[in-house]
């Protein structure tokens, strides 16, 4: 079946510094990613939607300025967050839209990303 | 704006009772409607869906019957099983096809044998 990764699965990192995440799409390819953020015992919160080769579309509220999304593949899309700060502190979960299924609306998730900022 | 409310939880069930899980959704259009499952330590699967009014997903026991009247996607499955503890999230997408998914909250289900 459709396998996401992501990488690191778990980091800690100092205020003010910032931190990559990679989403690989491992056995299909992905001309749509999607960021989401989920706060404990919370929902997922669309962060962003990451398109192969363009810039990425930010949902209301999210600064893209200090989340940072590019799509250089069909298989890998990463988030950097510029000079975390503690209320970064979050899950961080990708999905990818596989290009196989044309007009299907199924995703596949990553495991997440546990963020936390010292 | 669209949005998507499910039953707070946790649930927590004897092995081999009756499960219901509340969804209810407020959207314009047609939205897709979805259920994702959330085990310990993995990611968010996608257990079944339903694209149309009165269309059935069902997977692994799990039914959920798309209702337009009255906007709901309420999850069902007739015995469940210590295996089925996770967290369960009702989802839509809107009628355009921007793949955006929309979550409710999630309600954890707690199985004890």
């Known amino acids: 079946g459709a396998v996401v990764s992501q990488h690191p699965s778990w980091v800690i990192c100092k205020s003010g510094t910032s931190v990559k995440i990679e989403c690989r799409s491992l056995d299909f390819q992905a001309t749509t990613m999607f960021w989401y953020r989920q706060f404990p015992k919370q929902s997922l919160m669309l962060m962003a939607t990451s398109n192969e080769g363009s810039k990425a579309t930010y949902e209301q509220g999210v600064e893209k300025d200090k989340f940072l999304i590019n799509h250089a593949s069909l298989t890998l899309s990463t988030l950097t967050v510029t000079s975390a700060h503690p209320e970064d502190s979050s899950f961080y979960i990708c999905?990818?839209?596989?290009?196989?299924?044309?007009?299907?609306?199924?995703?596949?998730f990553g495991p997440g990303t546990r963020l936390t900022v010292t | 704006g669209n949005s998507v409310t499910q039953m707070e939880g946790p649930v927590t069930l004897s092995e081999e009772a009756f499960l219901t899980i509340n969804c209810t959704y407020t959207?314009?259009?047609?939205?897709?409607l979805f259920w994702y499952v959330q085990y310990p330590g993995e990611g968010l699967q996608l257990l079944l869906k339903?694209?149309?009014?009165?269309d059935k997903g069902s997977n692994k026991g799990f039914e959920a019957t798309y209702r337009k009247e009255t906007t709901s996607f309420h999850l069902e499955k007739g015995s469940v099983q210590v295996s089925d503890s996770a967290v369960y999230f009702c989802?839509?997408?809107?009628?355009?096809?921007?793949?955006?998914?929309?979550f409710g909250q999630g309600t954890t289900l707690q199985v004890k044998p």
């Open positions: 989802a839509l997408t809107g009628s355009s096809n921007t793949g955006k998914l929309i």
């Open positions: 339903a694209t149309k009014a009165d």
């Open positions: 959207a314009t259009g047609y939205p897709s």
């Open positions: 999905s990818a839209r596989d290009l196989g299924t044309g007009g299907s609306y199924e995703q596949y």
